[in-house]
T-cell receptor
Framework: DGGITQSPKYLFRKEGQNVTLSCEQN?????MYWYRQDPGQGLRLIYY???????QKGDIAEGYSVSREKKESFPLTVTSAQKNPTAFYLC???????????????FGDGTRLSIL | QKEVEQDPGPLSVPEGAIVSLNCTYS??????FMWYRQYSRKGPELLMY????GNKEDGRFTAQVDKSSKYISLFIRDSQPSDSATYLC???????????FGTGTRLTVIP
């Protein structure tokens, strides 16, 4: 079954701790994205990557870091600098946008991060 | 002003009703329009994907785009309890990877 796998489903962070959220896709998509979802605020883009070893900041990148060493994988680290990390984190992927079109994004089932 | 506005609801309808969900937007560069369905504690699932103005039908679902009014709609016919979810609109410009999302409308279909 092709899809996007996020793990863990639930994650707890202690004060001062960095935590890493996993995202793996087997859709052969070039582009991958991380969003944060908070009640009443919709999805906000944290980081995205269009190609291996390259990524760009989204609207709310402060306190987060990413890597893209493999096409299939795009892990997100929530650092201790992120003072309000409690949220639902969603990973998505899409085919690369060619000239003149835009491809829909497909989502994983999310990781819910809470502070201990 | 947000780029995409969506009434958060909640919206409750009886089973079998026709549901109308709507979003407005401000950026005239948006050309691609999507509707996602999100069940509780799950990721959004792509329902409809349309380009520019017009209608698109898929089973009980119809997506409508009116670019002159900057207004998009999703209609659900013969609504079922399994349609109870949050519906998110999303849109993007030509050649753009980034999506702009509405905040979502929570729908409950009552048996």
């Amino acid at each position: 079954d092709g899809g996007i796998t996020q793990s863990p489903k639930y994650l707890f962070r202690k004060e001062g701790q960095n935590v890493t959220l996993s995202c793996e896709q087997n859709l052969n998509h070039d582009a991958m994205y991380w969003y944060r979802q908070d009640p009443g605020q919709g999805l906000r883009l944290i980081y995205y990557s269009q190609i291996v070893n390259d990524f760009q900041k989204g609207d709310i990148a402060e306190g987060y870091s990413v890597s893209r060493e493999k096409k299939e994988s795009f892990p997100l680290t929530v650092t201790s600098a992120q003072k309000n990390p409690t949220a639902f984190y969603l990973c998505a992927s899409s085919m690369m946008t060619g000239s003149g079109n835009s491809q829909p994004q497909h989502f994983g089932d999310g990781t819910r991060l809470s502070i201990l | 002003q947000k780029e995409v506005e969506q009434d958060p609801g909640p919206l409750s309808v009886p089973e079998g009703a026709i549901v109308s969900l709507n979003c407005t937007y401000s950026n005239s560069a948006f050309q691609y329009f999507m509707w996602y369905r999100q069940y509780s504690r799950k990721g959004p699932e792509l329902l409809m994907y349309t380009y520019s103005s017009g209608n698109k039908e898929d089973g009980r679902f119809t997506a409508q785009v009116d670019k002159s009014s900057k207004y998009i709609s999703l209609f659900i016919r013969d609504s079922q309890p399994s349609d109870s979810a949050t519906y998110l609109c999303a849109m993007s410009g030509i050649g753009a990877n980034n999506l702009f999302f509405g905040t979502g409308t929570r729908l409950t279909v009552i048996p």
